[in-house]
């Protein structure tokens, strides 16, 4: 039997850029010939894709064995069945949100394996909008199969008498050992850009619009300047998306513009753009853009730490709970709605000390429980500059896992471990509404058994 992590992993397996990157490795190895060894109805596993997904499971630390190579295989299975059995109950991915999360994951690539575009292609020995196109299928399968399981898991809850019964049943020995868990909180308080800062970088892209309409080439000025990653590999080009698929502002000058104009600088979250037009087809639009950032000023930094300076204040004389300032005041939309609080992939406000980021690590080694930092500088992973204050709540020792400490954990133990037996139970009767072959090379996994 997998562990719960193991299981988890082997049903996330359609995850595309973590295997694609093992992909990449495979394909600097010795040539394997590549063969279909799945299908199921209109769609196939070829032996290579099942390598990929196999050798970046082994690179996430996990023992080689072939009862793992046949658990991945058998997800991959599954994951085409979703997608077909997702195609005959008319499920719709729209095609923006297609081509946005293929942006995502062609820049999460590009960054996770550290190699040019240029280096890129010559791993894959294909272009760069070969390898895009390759993964946009893969992208539409993976979401298409992600809704499909929403859709059998989505009325499945837990009740507390379940969570007891799942916790009872694992043998005393086998109960998980946990290290020491800490809650932690944070408020985080973003550097306001001034007026001059933001006129600078207007100025600049306004000095590249006057470059593009003088004729220099849009392509090549995104590639110098942009800070847009995907710049460097797309020109800037966002390719065609839907309504919906890109924030307000940057949609809302996409539906002004007619085909081939070019924008003036305008904002959005992400910082100032110019945009070109490129095409409109109904409620899609191509469209390329040139992104820059205003950086805040040291006086702009400065002006937020002394908003947090007294946020603090009023929280220590108890004027107002910490949980009540973060909703408030906290520019940090990941942990505003939860009071502050950094939570596990569960959802859970304890947190294992070895999974937290190393800057919280160090900051709460030198405090005491319930005392909040003074106002500390921070950045983003965006890049936007300002400062946080943070709260040590609680820390929990090193223990074996209970129902008191660990609540959180076992209730999400417990409904994966339902939602999985759904799936299982929905995979034997779907199999029989599609048509499943399996190369005899692998009859050992016992997949349709």
């Not at 032996?47 to 196999?54: I, P, Q, R, T, V």
């Not at 980021?357 to 950045?379: C, E």
């Amino acid at each position: 039997m997998k562990t719960g992590n193991d299981k988890n992993y082997l049903r996330s397996i359609s995850a595309v850029a973590g295997w694609l990157l093992a992909a990449a490795a495979l394909a600097q190895q010795p040539i394997m010939v590549d063969k279909i060894i799945a299908k199921v109805d209109n769609y196939i596993v070829l032996k290579s894709e099942l390598e990929g997904a196999y050798q970046n499971y082994i690179v996430q630390g996990n023992s080689p064995s072939e009862e793992a190579r046949c658990e991945i295989f058998n997800s991959l299975i599954m994951n085409k069945l979703m997608v077909a059995k997702a195609e005959i109950d008319s499920i719709v991915i729209a095609d923006g949100q297609v081509d946005a999360n293929t942006e995502q994951r062609m820049n999460m690539i590009l960054q996770q394996s550290g190699n040019s575009p240029e280096q890129l292609q010559k791993i894959y020995g294909k272009s760069l909008e070969d390898i895009k196109l390759e993964l946009r299928d893969q992208v539409r399968e993976q979401l298409l199969g992600r809704e499909m399981q929403s859709t059998i898991t989505k009325d499945i809850t837990i009740t507390p008498a379940e969570v007891r019964k799942f916790f009872n049943k694992i043998p005393p020995d086998s109960l998980p050992y946990y290290n020491s868990d800490v809650e932690i909180a944070q408020i985080v308080r973003l550097a306001q850009v001034s007026d001059v800062q933001k006129e600078a970088v207007k100025n600049t892209l306004n000095e590249y619009r006057r470059r593009i309409l003088d004729g220099e080439n849009f392509n090549d000025l995104a590639r110098q300047y942009s800070e847009d990653p995907s710049a460097q590999y797309n020109g800037g080009e966002m390719g065609y998306v839907g309504r919906g698929a890109m924030v307000p502002q940057y949609e809302g000058m996409a539906f002004k513009l007619k085909k081939g104009e070019l924008s003036v600088p305008f904002e959005s979250p992400f910082g100032f753009h110019i945009m070109q037009l490129l095409d409109r087809r109904g409620n899609e639009y191509a469209s390329r853009h040139i992104l820059l950032s205003a950086s805040p000023s040291t006086e702009d930094v400065q002006r937020a730490q002394r908003f947090l300076d007294s946020l603090r204040t009023q929280i220590v004389t108890d004027s107002m709970k910490f949980e009540q300032a973060a909703k408030e005041f906290s520019d940090d939309e990941g942990t505003k709605g939860r009071g502050g609080y950094f939570t596990d992939a569960d959802g859970g406000t304890k947190i294992s000390l070895k999974d937290i980021d190393p800057v919280i690590y160090f900051t709460i080694d030198t405090m005491k429980v319930g005392q909040i930092t003074k106002p500390i500088p921070y950045r983003t992973d965006t890049g936007k500059e300002g400062a946080r204050i943070l709260y040590f709540k609680n820390k929990i020792s090193p223990h074996q896992a209970n129902l008191r400490d660990d609540w959180h954990r076992m209730q999400a133990a417990a409904l994966g471990e339902k939602r999985d037996k759904a799936i299982d139970k929905w995979f034997v009767k779907a199999r029989h509404d599609v048509f499943i072959d399996i190369d005899p090379e692998y009859k050992g996994c016992k997949i349709l058994e």
